[in-house]
């Protein structure tokens, strides 16, 4: 049984969030094979006291005994306003928040006080080798646990990143990497085992109506906390990124996990860019030796596992398993 720590940004049934962090955290609470024993909150698709609420919600509502702990509401060093603007008032721009009419919203709920970086820290160093830490926000509460646990790094099995892009035309940086740079580098750069999810692999998944319908069938909490709060997701996004149905980047990063022939990987040296301009954010590979290396110096840190192709309708089966519970 795997051993796990969720770190994430979660918006299921916060009009124009995201869902897939809720749907990674699903994943993981309906599989047999997976023990999660603490969830730990980051600012990015959602401010980190609406993300604890949602996370503390779906944890009520599932009457179980996990751990969740609010982290960091800012990024190390980027500005958050230009994010927040963007992530929390998109609903609006587009006149689409309609959509949320019907859909449950999470009710608020008080933070313990005590910080997420202390808690990812002390569990991980507390069980060295025993404790995998998914982490599919910004990075910023993991950087925070690796600076004040330096032996962290070591003691982690390993860290499985959802974030960084290589190779889309539509993207220079993804939301990630893109809101934190400074807490990426460090995390990719620290010496952990890590496996990369970037976007490349996971814009091959897709959910759609039909899919959701299949999970709708099981008369579940899980089941009916995912179709409740996925069904307005997909009508946004195919409204706005006029795809057939939406994708599932959180998800994979569990899924991958629980079966790793679900996805093709090689291993990489990556990194981010840290200077002002317009390519602040974007994450970068690379395999040594290079063919040009002028100016390039040593890698830091040590090569990572990133994941390049995924069987799609492996992952679907896998939810729906879950789901069923």
Sequence with gaps: MKRLIIDCDPGNGIAGANVDDGLALALALGSQAISLEL???????????????????????LGIDVPVVQGAACALVEPSAPWRDALDNRIQD??????????RRPAKAVAPDREAADAIGELICANPGKITLVAIGPLTNVALALARYPEMAEAV???AIMGGVFALDNFIKDTNFGLDPEAAHQVLTSGANITLVPMDV????????????RIARFDTPLAKFITGTVRPWLDYSMQTR?????WIHDALVVAWLLNPGIATAADYF???????GQTRGKSW?????????????????GLIHVLKTVDNNMLLEMIEQAMAG
Excluded: F
């Design 285 to 301: 590979r690379y395999r040594q030796p290079l063919a040009v290396s002028v100016g390039t110096g040593e890698p830091a840190g």
């Design 157 to 159: 099995q390993e860290i």
């Design 202 to 213: 996971t814009t091959q998944t897709m959910m759609t109506h039909q899919d959701l319908d």
């Design 94 to 103: 587009n006149k689409l928040g309609y959509l949320w009419d019907d859909v």
């Design 242 to 246: 006029h795809l057939p149905g939406c």
């Design 39 to 61: 969830i730990t909150i980051v600012a990015g698709n959602t401010p980190s006291d609406v993300g604890y609420n949602v996370a503390k919600d779906l944890t009520d509502r």
């Design 270 to 276: 990556v990194d981010v860019e840290l200077r002002p």
